[in-house]
């Protein structure tokens, strides 16, 4: 009964809204004015901007990422065998391939 009178029919799309209401939920007129309110869902090209600011965001770190992955890579194997023969003589090789790094 309550909330049969709070309740109105829209004029523009037949839903029940409330008798308070002033912009439909539904149809989004103002029912004082009967302009439709214009969607703030303008999210296509937000989105659009996001997803090509990810795609620059992954390329720029796929090229960071990969040289460190490639020094990292060439480091270790340049590091973990034992240059037989070449610094049998010399008291620490991964020194060396530091400092020749650097
Ligand atoms: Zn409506």
């Known amino acids: 009964m309550t909330i049969v009178d709070e309740l109105k029919k829209c004029p523009y799309c037949a839903e029940s809204i409330k008798r308070e209401a002033v912009v439909c939920r539904f149809c989004r007129i103002n029912l004082k004015t009967g302009v439709s309110i214009a969607k703030p869902e303008k999210s296509e090209p937000?989105?659009?901007?996001?997803?090509?600011?990810?795609?620059v965001r992954i390329g720029f770190g796929i090229f960071i990422v990969l040289p460190i992955l490639l020094i990292i890579v060439v480091m270790v194997?340049?590091?973990s065998p034992p240059s037989i023969g070449k610094s049998a003589s010399e008291v620490s090789p991964p020194m060396t391939t530091q400092a020749m790094n650097q």
Do not use: E, H, L, Y
Not at 46 to 55: E, N, P, Q, W
């Open 77 to 79: 194997v340049f590091a």
């Open 46 to 55: 937000i989105k659009a901007k996001s997803g090509v600011m990810d795609g």
